[in-house]
């Protein structure tokens, strides 16, 4: 039979800034990701005396450069988009993530332009539009348009693109830079 654990002791300042960097060293993160990790930390075991503000930790790590919340937001918003997400559900992960609302729009122009990109691959993983292997029929063309909504992608470009018949070209939509 396996001995209980002890508990682990309770946190204090120094540890609690240990665990705030070596969580920055393992992972990407934002501002308010670290937060919560350290007040998830707090909440399971304890704090040693007046329990301090999360956030301030936090913000002495951007200050040291450790986070940047505008540069995780572009590597996640690019990931999403290589996955095939419009830009609601990017918007909304960024929102998740706890990007402000000043770098979110700095990035609303960038997501913007990979719309349709991130709306074709979509479309070439669910085998919609032009990507099909044979013509949809109307309730099938309004679940791959109601697919591509829930993916975060803009109406009118899922409407043209679950409308497109297999093998047309797809460089139609593409907008020239």
């Given amino acids: 039979m396996r ?10 300042g120094p ?10 060293e393992r ?8 937060a919560t990790y350290l007040n998830g930390k707090i909440r399971l075991r304890g704090f040693d005396g007046p329990v301090p503000d999360t956030l301030l930790i936090a913000d002495r790590f951007v200050a040291a450069g450790y986070i940047d919340d505008r540069s995780f937001g572009e590597a996640r918003a690019r ?8 830009a609601r ?7 998740h993530a706890g990007i402000g ?13 990979r ?3 991130s709306a074709l691959i979509f479309a070439r993983k669910r085998r919609i539009g032009p990507y099909a292997t044979a013509l949809a029929d109307r309730p099938t063309r ?12 803009d109406f009118g470009l899922a409407r043209r693109i679950a409308t497109m018949a297999p093998g047309d070209d797809v460089d139609a939509l593409i907008e020239p830079a």
């Fill in 101 to 113: 609302e000043e770098d979110s729009a700095a990035l609303a122009a960038a997501i913007a332009d």
């Fill in 27 to 34: 992972f990407a993160t934002t501002r308010v990701k670290l």
């Fill in 79 to 86: 990931a999403l988009a290589r996955r095939g997400l419009g």
């Fill in 89 to 95: 559900r990017v918007a909304g992960a960024l929102h």
């Fill in 142 to 153: 309004e679940k791959h348009i109601a697919a591509m909504i829930r993916g975060g992608h």
């Fill in 15 to 24: 540890s609690l800034e240990r665990l705030a960097l070596r969580y920055v």
């Fill in 3 to 12: 001995p209980a654990k002890r508990p682990l002791p309770p946190l204090d």
């Fill in 115 to 117: 719309a349709v990109e």
